[in-house]
């Protein structure tokens, strides 16, 4: 049953680098229905190796090209645990559209470029699955970001002819989507850290990969000193098009600007100033570039962050924010079921990036298909 209108996966592991978010998705008449979806945590120990590798090292190649074929292998039992959840054979689905994991991403460095790994080769050998994998890099060759690419899913799942939408995906970085109403040109673009450094903050001092629900920050001050250094970051001012990751947003950036302050400060206090910091960074960008939208939908693991939402709700003033749920999007899925989309046109033939977004010279079918 291998035509057109089977159904797809689509696979993401963000750069938190938590989970390999999968899900199994069918689109009826351009609209997804998910069938399936499932998110298999990153054991700990391939985490910290691809952690390793988000930073400049000794011996980098052999590491990649291996992690390169260990991160396929979790996406492959991603997508059979999946596809047991859905009761579906490999044989009925159409392809996977694979992000993989970005380890490196300099798309303005001298000689851009960006690096996901997790070997599409191999995932189409272990699963059976023709897989389409490499997204981000034509968009670069043609002069773009390659990031964010979320906007043009957005677009075609949110837009509504009558209403002015921000979306907002707060994975490990945060990237905007406005999308006028009438159908105008969307913008989008990263805005900053969403969860990366508050998760990097809390693993040091509590030792849990994130700070649950916001529960700990959510007990500390706002020191506005730190938090005004942090904002007067080039990067929050830049232009679009833009987009981030660790390379600039890490522990070490941080840990910088904490020591020019003089004092030591409490962490607590840190991380409620981590908050502040991604609420903050959002809502200006919302401000400038989608004032008047009627509402603020997010997507992406920081909807969870109850103080994080509690800010941008204040922040946000008169327009409610939103998570995707209340528009019949799982927040957790969205990225994923953006790139079973995304699939989905290349294999159509179709575009996939948004110039106006990333800054490429135009549109272009994105990634390159490994036949199953
Ligand atoms: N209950 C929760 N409370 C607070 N934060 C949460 C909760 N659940 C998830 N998160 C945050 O969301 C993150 C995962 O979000 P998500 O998977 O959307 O990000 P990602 O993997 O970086 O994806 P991407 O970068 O592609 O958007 C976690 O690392 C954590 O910081
Ligand atoms: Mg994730």
């Not at 603020?296 to 800010?311: D, E, F, K, P």
Request: net charge negative.
């Amino acid at each position: 049953m291998r035509n057109d209108d089977a159904p797809l996966i689509g696979l993401m592991s963000g750069t938190s680098m938590d989970a390999v978010d999968a899900v199994l998705v069918r689109f009826e008449a351009g609209r997804p229905r998910t069938l399936a979806r499932h998110a298999l945590p990153l054991p700990a120990e391939l985490r910290a190796a691809l952690l390793g590798l988000a930073a400049p090292g000794h011996d980098e190649l052999d590491r990649a090209a291996q992690l390169d074929n260990r991160v396929a292998r979790l996406f492959a039992q991603a997508v059979r645990e999946l596809l047991e959840l859905g009761g579906l054979r490999a044989g009925q689905v159409r392809a996977i559209g694979s992000h993989g994991q970005t380890i490196r991403h300099a798309p303005s460095a001298a000689e851009p470029y960006t690096l996901q790994i997790g070997n599409p080769a191999l995932l189409a050998e272990l699963t059976g699955i023709t897989v389409v994998a490499d997204f981000r890099r034509r968009d670069l060759a043609a002069g773009g970001q390659g990031a964010p690419l979320a906007p043009a899913f957005h677009a075609a799942f949110f837009a509504r002819d009558a209403a002015d939408t921000a979306v907002i995906n707060i994975g490990g970085i945060a990237n905007l989507t406005h999308l006028p109403a009438g159908g105008g040109p969307v913008t989008g673009f990263d805005t900053g850290p969403g969860n990366l450094l508050l998760n990097a903050w809390t693993e040091r001092y509590l030792g849990e990969p994130m700070d649950r629900d916001g529960a700990w920050s959510a007990g500390g001050e706002v020191n506005a000193a730190l938090l005004d250094r942090l904002l007067a970051d080039d990067y929050f001012s830049a232009p679009p098009p833009k987009s981030t990751g660790r390379e600039h947003f890490h522990l070490d950036w941080l840990d910088t600007h904490c020591r020019a302050l003089g004092r030591a400060l409490p962490p607590r206090s840190v991380a409620a100033t981590l908050v502040e910091l991604s609420a903050r960074t959002i809502a200006d960008a919302c401000h400038v570039h989608a004032p008047v939208a009627d509402a603020w939908l997010i997507c992406g693991g920081g909807v969870h962050n109850r103080l994080l939402m509690a800010r941008l709700s204040a922040l946000a003033g008169p327009v409610p924010v939103r998570s995707t749920a209340a528009c019949g999007a799982d927040p957790d899925d969205l990225e994923a079921l953006g790139f079973a989309w995304l699939a989905q046109r290349t294999l159509s033939g179709l575009p996939g990036n948004l110039p106006e977004v990333t800054g490429a010279r135009g549109p272009r079918i994105l990634g390159g298909i490994y036949p199953a």
